[in-house]
């Protein structure tokens, strides 16, 4: 629910593969956009126009620390980013970069 509310056209939301599914039950349930979630390695390739912001979740209780989602995404990969806390629960966060820099594909 909590990215219902704050997701716009050009946000993009990186997130380990393995808990990718549980996040699509939620985003199905509350009407949010499954466009929103990068599939990796899927979308890894596909050119994204106007990226505004990209969420990126972190799970380290459970074994996906930042780290890796970040590395599992096209953000620009020798840049270091400004990350801006989104909100924390219980098993995971979600932090923000605004403007980020991705690969062409």
């Not at 989602?69 to 995971?92: C, D, Q, V």
Request: net charge neutral.
């Amino acid at each position: 629910m909590w990215f219902q509310s704050r997701l716009e056209p050009g946000d993009i939301v990186y997130i380990q593969q393995n808990i990718r599914i549980p996040l699509e039950y939620y985003f199905f349930k509350h009407g949010i956009p499954l466009d929103y979630l990068c599939r990796y390695p899927q979308d890894i390739e596909k050119e994204y126009h106007s990226i505004k912001r990209a969420f990126i979740i972190e799970a380290e209780k459970e074994g996906y620390p930042l780290s890796l989602s970040m590395k599992h995404s096209n953000l620009e990969p020798n840049k270091t980013y400004a990350l801006s806390p989104g909100i924390r629960f219980p098993y995971s966060s979600v932090f923000i970069i605004y403007q980020p820099t991705l690969l062409k594909p």
